[in-house]
């Protein structure tokens, strides 16, 4: 077969992803990498389901199900569409659960590179995250998928049932090793996690961090009123571990959420919390903290929030836990707790709220570390290395 040859400068780039109903950082990931490639001259374009399609409770639950696991309209639809873009690359990243992932069969077959974007654990673990009755659960490692249905890891035994069978069938036909030609992790965590469990090689995997939006200024973070949490309320956040480390230290703490964040756990009447419409105003409340707590409990897969914070000169104090360790440097750039310790927690707080001119520094240096490692420029110079190497 010829060489078929690509305009570097101009490539026909087709991202593919499904759009969850609550957004989150993975959906804006995706499309903060379709706006800097537009930015640069790309031909972009962007094949798409969006979960907002199907009906809400049961009824859409069951519709979802049906879909994620034969939906010959979405394969139909996707070759129609291969057939008038033409793509030189196809950027996958989240299909679950209206988008078939048996279109990369179609990309295969027309000699089209793919590249995979994993933004969660769906690789290794059918409720995504690897965290189950507050803890790290590896039970579905292995080819164990069914421990999902056994311990009813999602809402229901139903819907656990068609998780560990969408995760079956793609791991028993390695539908992805068989078609994807290089995966990107947003941390060295997630792309070590990968090759270690889903049989994926070292060669055709990069860790590229999320961009971020670097704002021009930055603050004295030893002026903040406040330690601050942002985020979805669920429980895999550690948020009860902060408000037991918040008691404990008597630092006043605030929590943000977004409007659309889904929301399955009740905090206390005494909790100071606050729900964000906006960039804006998630802008202001970053900016307006001494320094951002994040006592996930569950192993993350970047820790945007973090990143974020860090861009306005606001340090963080992380769980050191999976990803997280790749977000920070220990007394540099953060400060790192024992993850699910609520009292090693409140004393870093403790620490923290009784030092201004350590935040200051810390958030400074982090600041500086966003800038040289979370950029759009950065991010658009290693996925570029990416896309060059499969098309190659």
């Known amino acids: 077969m010829s060489k078929i040859s690509h305009n570097l400068e101009q490539l026909r780039i087709l991202h593919v992803f499904n759009q969850p109903r609550s957004g989150g950082g993975s959906l804006a990931s995706t499309l903060a990498t379709i706006s800097i490639f537009k930015k640069t001259g790309h031909n972009v374009e962007t094949f798409t389901r969006k979960s907002t399609e199907l009906p809400a409770g049961l009824k859409g639950k069951w519709a979802a199900a049906s879909r994620a696991l034969y939906n010959p309209e979405s ?3 996707f070759r129609a569409f291969l057939k008038r873009f ?56 292995n080819g164990k998928e069914y421990n999902s249905v056994l311990n009813k890891c999602k809402n229901s035994y139903s819907e656990s049932a068609i998780n560990a069978l969408y995760n079956y069938n793609l791991r028993r036909k390695e539908t992805y090793q068989n078609t994807v030609d290089h995966f990107i992790t947003c941390s060295e965590f997630t792309k070590s996690w990968i090759i270690e469990h889903a049989n994926v090689s070292p060669n055709c995997i990069t860790a590229i961090p999320h961009s971020i939006e670097i704002p021009d200024t930055s603050v004295n973070a030893g002026q903040g009123t406040y330690a601050s949490f942002a985020g979805r309320f669920v429980k895999e956040k550690g948020i009860n571990t902060l408000l037991e480390a918040a008691d404990i230290s008597k630092v006043p703490v605030k929590l943000a959420r977004n409007v659309n964040h889904f929301v399955d756990i009740v905090l206390p009447d005494t909790a100071d919390s606050m729900v964000t419409h906006g960039r804006d105003d998630l802008a202001s409340f970053y900016r307006n903290a001494r320094f951002l707590v994040f006592p996930s409990n569950w192993f993350e897969t970047y820790g945007v929030v973090g990143a974020e914070s860090m861009a306005h000169g606001v340090p963080v104090l992380a769980a050191k836990i999976g990803a997280l360790n790749n977000l920070i440097e220990d007394g540099k ?14 004393e870093k707080m403790r620490m923290l709220w009784e030092d201004p001119d350590l935040c200051n520094r810390l958030g400074q ?7 040289d490692n979370w950029s759009e420029e950065v991010n658009f110079k290693h996925t570029m290395k990416v896309y060059m190497k499969v098309l190659a």
Not at 111 to 120: A, E, K, R
Not at 365 to 371: C, E, L, V
Request: hydrophobic share 40%; net charge negative.
């Open 86 to 141: 033409n793509p030189d690359i196809v950027h996958a990243n989240e299909f679950f659960p209206l988008v078939s992932p048996n279109i990369l069969m179609e990309c295969k077959e027309r000699g089209i590179p793919v590249v995979l974007t994993c933004d969660d654990y769906h690789l290794t673990c059918p409720a995504r995250t690897h965290f189950r009755n507050g803890e790290i659960c590896t039970l579905c490692l």
């Open 75 to 77: 394969v139909r639809d």
């Open 333 to 346: 750039t953060g400060v790192f707790f024992e993850a699910g310790n609520a009292q090693d927690l409140a």
């Open 365 to 371: 240096a982090g600041r500086q570390y966003a800038i």
